[in-house]
């Protein structure tokens, strides 16, 4: 099956510097998307993108497909961004999430 | 937007004692799915469930766990005999037809076995 992996696994930040994180992919996907989990343990839909860019105030990303690997744009980092950023890619049947990336935004 | 609800949100139960978590997925969705993360580690497949059959199932689905979806609007998960490594969060999810579109969560049912 698919294998999703994430890059940094943990991520320390002062509050108002920028972040990319990375998901690579084993295989094509048809379906790709960013989460994050907030610290009550919510998994919030940030992006639908299994390809192209979006933009979503300070967060963007990017999927390029062919080269199977995706990319999470947090800019001008605060506090409230902290918690865990998944990165979840498959077909309709089945949606395989990556380890994540913990992410602490300190002030 | 819109929203896959889950009941109950918390629940402690003995070991083998039998568990049905509920979800309520998004009216006109056609897949439906059920994950788990226990504490501080990734988020599992479980099972997906599509056209009132379930169309893949991971290696955690055993015997134990069961879906169905009873009245067209509940998508129920079952866990027969809980063990104590059944505790974690259960998330359920669901997605409209076709490649292009968005998968949600609900906020998920921590189950706790003791």
């Known amino acids: 099956g698919i294998q999703v992996e994430q890059s940094p696994p943990d991520l320390i930040l002062q509050e108002g510097a920028n972040s990319t994180l990375r998901c690579n992919f084993s295989d094509s996907v048809n379906n790709l998307q960013w989460f994050h989990q907030n610290p009550w343990g919510q998994l919030i839909n940030l992006f639908y993108?299994?390809?192209g860019t979006k933009q979503n105030g300070r967060l963007s990303a990017t999927t390029v497909a062919t080269e199977r690997y995706s990319l999470l744009y947090i800019s001008s980092s605060q506090t409230t961004d902290s918690g865990v950023y998944f990165c979840v890619g498959g077909g309709s049947e089945k949606l395989v999430f990556g380890k994540g990336t913990k992410l602490t935004v300190n002030p | 937007e819109p929203e896959v609800t889950q009941t109950p949100s918390h629940q402690v139960t003995q070991m083998g004692q039998e568990v049905i978590l509920r979800c309520v997925p998004i009216?006109?969705?056609?897949?439906f799915y059920w994950y788990r993360q226990i504490l501080g580690q990734k988020v599992e497949f479980l099972v997906s469930?599509?056209?009132?059959?379930?169309?893949?199932k991971s290696e955690i689905f055993d015997d134990q766990f069961s879906v169905e979806r009873p009245d067209g609007s509940n998508f129920t998960l079952k866990i027969r005999s809980t063990k104590l490594e059944d505790s974690a969060m259960y998330f359920c999810?669901?997605?409209?037809?076709?490649?292009?579109?968005?998968?949600?969560f609900g906020e998920g049912s921590w189950l706790t076995v003791v």
């Open positions: 009216s006109n969705h056609l897949y």
């Open positions: 999810a669901s997605r409209g037809r076709g490649s292009g579109n968005t998968i949600y």
């Open positions: 469930f599509y056209n009132n059959e379930i169309s893949e």
């Open positions: 993108i299994p390809s």
